[in-house]
């Protein structure tokens, strides 16, 4: 398929995902959708309240493409219960939109783990996954980003299913980031197969066997220095990880911040001229990997485009998660992966 | 046992373990000797070499107290295997000092995985205790420390072994850190007993039930948050995280370096004198955790104070492990875990 005939983008938006919704996710994908002005918009919720935050923000939209749902999930329904409890929840109705073709990506920011269900059984794996991954940029020390797979889609996660979460994010690396051959690390205590679990030293030879680019074992510090372009684990591992990165700058905050409130010689330091230098400086620096800005986390193995974002994601963030959903199917991400994929299977 | 009555503190030092041994191990280890003047040093390792950096580096020491060791395990060295193949090695020789009581502490910046097993099998462990663990400090937002447990000693641990951790953790807290009551938790990646894995809810079940003060599951962003005051988690995990934290500094350094290359706008926001004026903020804010002043970390369990320190520790590191060790002893670490494991044993 190329891009000459394939259909017009469309993407649809959870516009009840988030803490912030519908406001946010209306705000934010309207904005995408008058930028690009090349995709299909489809908001997905209550229509009372989508069209309640069109009208009261002025926005330019047509209303045929409210899609209405009844249900909806929030952050503390159990991940697995939505899909009995919740059937007609924005998140059920919007992957469905996906199922049936009538768009090609679904984006949201709420509950993540009911957004892996809904997209996993709303959309169906693609032949040969047997775990999608949500993989997540995180920033390095070459001014890079180093992937990091999976992130929390799934924990307890089988050496076959690291192996595929390998295989899925290169391709995204490859397609969507440009890296042509991406470096793959396995995270593990050490360099040596001999340690860490046997999970690991099974994983590495999966690995190892395949035609990726597998570099080997790598460790905690290898994710800033840049080492692999991807490091695979386990979603648990990966989950905490992620999550401890994303705590780094309101940590540094709080330390600068500890440090100038010791003496006024600290303060002086800190803020020669009464405000921090450095403190844009480092929002600049570690910009590129703030969720507002990486435009979500794909969920990579099901049959179509699915993007989760943060539940506090600002406008922006919805805005960039569209617009990365668009370059997606801009660049056949989907089509890639079912490729790369057929391939595999014809190897075995 | 008293302060009165109890014997003179003796430390022994494994002059052979560390990037830089026996330089660093045994100048370090003398500082701290000609410093706090009430305790025996012992060197441990080959006596030409130590009595080589003494006699170069003009140091005031009585050979007496070098207790030779023909072997030296190196960083490439398997750890279990360092036991059979040398079994007189400085690492051996050292435990060997604590087992028979002639001193009550053994510090090294050797290879970590030897120095758990010459540890566990040189000294014992403490009855009661299954695995020992490794015990960390991380920087949280509060200005204070997050410690976390197990980083390492041991991967694939079970939830009576994580319970240990948390218990021998908490005694440290409490005994050398003077937190009373010590806030555990362990982590995971979401609140709710239902995520994560079994033995996640396995070691949570075992936790609530003690009298420890748990608080239930954490996530990644609660390390720097400083939500507990411990967490604790297989050494997998552990191990990966601090050395994920460990790197961070490295990591800004080279994210504000590449910030300020970018433009000479940039520059001169980072460094309006011409130097950082925020680097010695952050090199302090940073510097309670820095390995060179957090004095190594204890291996809790096992019979006898046993302190392990970064392969590439200065004399400063070497310095404020032996003064650790000190402080443990004159605080009767290893009296009170005993203490504790026996009231622990009575109550089942």
Known sequence: MTNDTKSKCAIAIDAMGGDFAPHNAVVGAIEAFHEAKDFDLYLVGKTDEIKDVISKNNLNFNSDFIVHADQVIDMHDHPTDTMKKKPNSS???????????????????GNTGAMVVNSIFGMGRIKGVSRPTLTAPLPNSNDGFTFLADVGAFVDSKPQHIFEFALLSSILLRE????????????????????????????????????????????????????????VCDGFIGNILLKFAESMPSFLKAAIKNYSNKSLANKLRVSPFGFPPTKRAFKE????????????????????????????SSTLAIKNMVLAARKMYNKNLIIKIKEELTRYAEKK
């Open 285 to 312: 620096s570690l910009s590129k990997a703030d969720p507002d800005n990486v435009g979500g986390l794909p969920l990579l193995g099901v049959n179509g485009i699915s993007i989760i974002g943060h539940g506090s």
């Open 176 to 231: 969507i980031y440009g890296i042509k051959n991406p470096r793959v690390g396995l995270i593990n205590v050490g360099e040596e197969d001999s340690k860490g679990y046997k999970l690991t030293s099974d994983t590495a030879k999966l690995l190892r066997e395949s035609d990726l680019n597998f570099i080997g074992n790598v460790e905690g510090n290898d994710i800033f220095k840049g080492t692999a372009d991807l490091i």
């Open 91 to 109: 998140m059920a109705v919007g992957a469905k939109l996906v199922k049936t073709g009538k768009a090609h990506a679904f984006v949201s920011a």
